[in-house]
């Protein structure tokens, strides 16, 4: 790095074109101060500052200057990240899409700076998980069931707890697009009501989705103690991993039966 650098060659200057290219706000401050204590000379030939004068004593006006100047470059970058920010709020807010791929349940139409989100086909899957996890279905269950009636992602994958757990969480299919820590109202996108996703919300926050139940060990595995072992011994579910394994295994010693996905075979039976 550059601090290393000096260090170990200890130069009598250290000199730069402008004071902001060797950074903004309070680390080109605390860079400065340790070239000083170094007794090395900073210089920035745009605004003509030079830290040190020639017996190596500190330039008291100068280093005001730097002071102010450097206050100055604070302000422009804290400026530019408003801008920025506003620019893109009014963006946001116009409907234009810039989040990349567009989420389960909606085409991107247009490009760039008119690229847009509708919806398609996929958001009758989109009601239907909304509405099954409402019901008391788990994120486990509603994915094996995609999964068994052969109905795959947006990326033409099974589906995984993760994977609709992230749908039940994403406000912009009760038509409230969140940005930063706000959300933008976009009645055009809705798919389900408010209410119901308001519901699940409320579902999540109490942690009764398949994932939790896993960890208190109530979820029911459809096979549990019904598969058998070369070794003889029954598999058990084990809803952490997502998968079912020999019961030996639990135990120092336990046979080599490879453990399965309790999606790959659950669905596989059905």
Known sequence: SFMKYVEIHKPDYCIVSELSRIGRSNLTLLI??????????????????????????????????????????????????????????????????????????YDI?????SARLTTNDESIVVQDIFQ?????????????????????TKTGVQWKDTSINKILNNSIYCGKRKWLKEFIDMPELQIISEGLFLTVKERLKKNLNA??????????????GKITCACKKHFVGQGRHNIYMCASKKYKGGCNTKSIKIDFLENEIK
């Open 32 to 105: 400065i101060e340790q070239l000083t204590k170094m007794k090395i000379c900073f210089v920035s030939l745009k605004e003509n500052l030079k830290t040190l004068n020639d017996d190596k004593t500190i330039n008291p006006s100068t280093q005001l200057l730097i002071d102010i100047l450097n206050g100055i470059n604070k302000f422009e970058l804290e400026t530019i990240k408003y801008r920025v920010k506003s620019g893109l709020h009014k963006t946001i807010s116009s409907g234009t899409w810039s989040g990349g791929n567009a989420p389960y349940g």
């Open 109 to 113: 139409i247009g490009k760039k700076s």
């Open 132 to 152: 099954w996890y409402s019901e008391g279905w788990g994120t486990h269950k509603i994915a094996s069931n995609l999964n068994g009636s052969g109905i795959l």
């Open 211 to 224: 994932s939790d139940l896993n960890k208190h060990n109530v979820y029911q595995y459809i096979l549990q």
